[in-house]
């Protein structure tokens, strides 16, 4: 199975910070990775897919790069609304895995 | 627009089986990838299976092999899940979510809003 691992697990962060979280696979998995944002209580919503393309609907400041093992999501301006946990998931291969998320908190 | 609706909360003791159900709106299950994630509380994402259209083929992940049991109704446009042998360890938020092929493979958009089973001992 191919490993997730995002870092860091917490991060803590001012509105207008700019904020990159990383994705690292444990093998290649090319572009085949998307991004999803989880709020308590809900399900996650798609931000990224194809490591980045930006889902319709979905904030420009919100963008994504990467390709082979090492991947990152960043917000380029965090907004009130932007605090939530993101999650990487990678498609290249069965199982489908994710990473076990990041959480961005109000610094 | 691709709507997910999904059956409301059950409890079940540990030995039992658990039958969850995904209604699609906008779409037909026939022009959609349904998979299942499930999320144990305070816990990450975990993918347990899901169709395959390039092979035709439920594909299952190795832990539930076994237990679990992915059907569809295309009469009614509705997804299923069982999960049989239930122990604690369960108890998780379960999701379906989708993959819309004719727009790309292996990404979920969108999800359904959650079942949550909660395995007594």
């Known amino acids: 199975d191919i490993q997730m691992t995002q870092s860091p697990s917490t991060l803590s962060a001012s509105v207008g910070d700019r904020v990159t979280i990383t994705c690292r696979a444990s093998?290649?998995?090319?572009?085949?990775l998307a991004w999803y944002q989880q709020k308590p209580g809900k399900a996650p919503k798609l931000l990224i897919y194809?490591?980045?393309s930006l889902e319709s609907g979905v904030p420009s400041r919100f963008s994504g790069s990467g390709s082979g093992t090492e991947f990152t999501l960043t917000i380029s301006s965090l907004q009130p609304d932007d605090f939530a946990t993101y999650y990487c998931?990678?498609?290249?291969?069965?199982?489908?895995?994710f990473g076990q998320g990041t959480k961005v908190e109000i610094k | 627009q691709v709507q997910l609706v999904q059956s409301g909360a059950e409890v079940k003791k540990a030995g039992a089986s658990v039958k969850v159900s995904c209604k699609v709106s906008?779409?037909?299950?026939?022009?959609?990838?349904m998979h299942w994630v499930r999320q144990a509380p305070g816990k990450g994402l975990e993918w347990m299976g899901g169709?395959?259209?390039?092979?035709?083929?439920?594909i299952y992940a190795q832990k539930f092999q076994g237990r679990l049991t992915m059907t569809e109704d295309t009469s009614t446009d509705t997804a299923y899940m069982e999960l049989s042998s239930l122990r604690s360890e369960d108890t998780a938020v379960y999701y379906c979510?989708?993959?819309?092929?004719?727009?790309?493979?292996?990404?979920?958009?969108?999800w359904g809003q959650g079942t949550l089973v909660s395995v007594s001992s």
């Open positions: 979510a989708t993959e819309r092929p004719a727009a790309g493979r292996g990404w979920f958009d969108p």
């Open positions: 906008g779409y037909t299950l026939t022009e959609l990838s």
């Open positions: 169709f395959d259209p390039e092979d035709g083929e439920t």
């Open positions: 093998q290649t998995i090319s572009s085949w």
């Open positions: 194809k490591a980045s």
């Open positions: 998931q990678q498609y290249n291969s069965y199982p489908w895995t």
